[in-house]
Nanobody, 123 residues
Framework: QLQLVESGGGLVQPGGSLRLSCAVSGRTPEYYAIGWFRQVPGKEREGVICISDSGDITSYTDSVEGRFTISRDNAKNTVFLQMNSLKPEDTAVYYC????????????????WGQGTQVTVSS
């Protein structure tokens, strides 16, 4: 069983930056990928970006290209989402999720989830 805990959310002005962290603990698969998803009320949870165990990155949302980056520190079992040039439309609850072996584009393909952290971009 894996436990994932997100942190780093908050209120930021448009154009600002935030770095989200996802701390992974528990009995981890030998290889696992971590994806970041986001959700606004009334909409489906959408995939943003994912990083595999070996560091391969897959982006699922065109709107964050060039603004969001993902990285992982395997020694600390932590994945980071660096969000720059934030826009009001980035406002959402952000979740990290884990799946064995490799990245998957759909939320239902992930087996373990964090509780989410709110990101609000507003002036």
């Amino acid at each position: 069983q894996l436990q994932l805990v997100e942190s780093g959310g908050g209120l930021v002005q448009p154009g600002g930056s935030l770095r989200l962290s996802c701390a992974v603990s528990g009995r981890t698969p030998e290889y696992y990928a971590i994806g970041w998803f986001r959700q606004v009320p009334g909409k489906e949870r959408e995939g943003v970006i994912c990083i595999s165990d070996s560091g391969d990155i897959t982006s699922y949302t065109d709107s964050v290209e060039g603004r969001f980056t993902i990285s992982r520190d395997n020694a600390k079992n932590t994945v980071f989402l660096q969000m720059n040039s934030l826009k009001p439309e980035d406002t959402a609850v952000y979740y990290c999720a884990a799946v064995a072996i490799s990245c998957r584009p759909r939320n239902y393909e992930y087996d373990w989830w964090g509780q989410g952290t709110q990101v609000t971009v507003s002036s």
